[in-house]
């Protein structure tokens, strides 16, 4: 009884700073890019983010309550507001890489094992965790192979750090609307990253327009 008591208190603490995450996520989303608030509501994002991630993994694997697709929105939500906030070291001469290729050689064997669990030990695929493997194994890859070119890495400092950043908070958005049931069936695993995924389009469109 007293296990179930602290996985609850995990339970609440995870929804407190996933919500927190929300919401300073969405102030720095909207706030103008580069200014004190969109700093400051960053580092929000970014701490309670990683917070609310970790929770999310050590519940995913208590008794009872295992959950491949909260460990998924655990890794993720870690990977995407980790690079992401590393991507702003890029825009100085630091080259030290070390960190950045291990969350991204992670991130690669993670989407491997979400990819394959299901076929090898449960005879079957599972949809969510196929694709969200992909996308995993698609941007560590995209990751280590700009790791190689330290110039256009510090070139494209910026369009990583917005990409990742608004990916985890994605990653929150989906945690929230699959939670709350507000799309039937698998939907909700896939709309915010859609939507988000048209934002991220337009941004990087953006910026391109800029550097042109």
Do not use: C
Request: hydrophobic letters at 50%.
């Amino acid at each position: 009884m007293e296990i179930e008591k602290m996985i609850q208190i995990l339970i609440y603490t995870h929804a407190f700073f996933g919500g927190i995450a929300l919401l300073s996520g969405s102030v720095s989303i909207i706030s103008k890019k580069g200014n004190k608030i969109h700093r400051k509501s960053g580092m929000i994002f970014y701490y309670s983010m990683l917070f609310s991630a970790l929770t999310a993994l050590i519940i995913s694997v208590l008794p009872k309550h295992e959950s491949p697709f909260l460990f998924s929105i655990g890794i993720f939500s870690s990977y995407f507001v980790l690079t992401g906030k590393r991507a702003l070291n890029f825009k100085t001469d630091n080259e030290n890489l070390i960190i950045d290729k291990i969350i991204s050689w992670a991130m690669l064997f993670t989407g491997l094992i979400m990819i394959l669990y299901n076929p090898i030990f449960k005879n079957k695929i599972n949809i969510i965790l196929t694709v969200f493997g992909l996308v995993g194994l698609f941007f560590s890859i995209r990751d280590l192979i700009l790791y190689k070119d330290i110039k256009k890495l510090k070139k494209g400092w910026l369009k990583l750090h917005l990409g990742k950043m608004i990916g985890g908070y994605i990653s929150a958005t989906t945690a929230f609307v699959v939670v709350n049931n507000f799309f039937p069936s698998f939907y909700g695993w896939f709309i915010p990253g859609i939507i988000g995924g048209i934002y991220i389009t337009y941004w990087m469109m953006k910026l391109n327009k800029k550097t042109q």
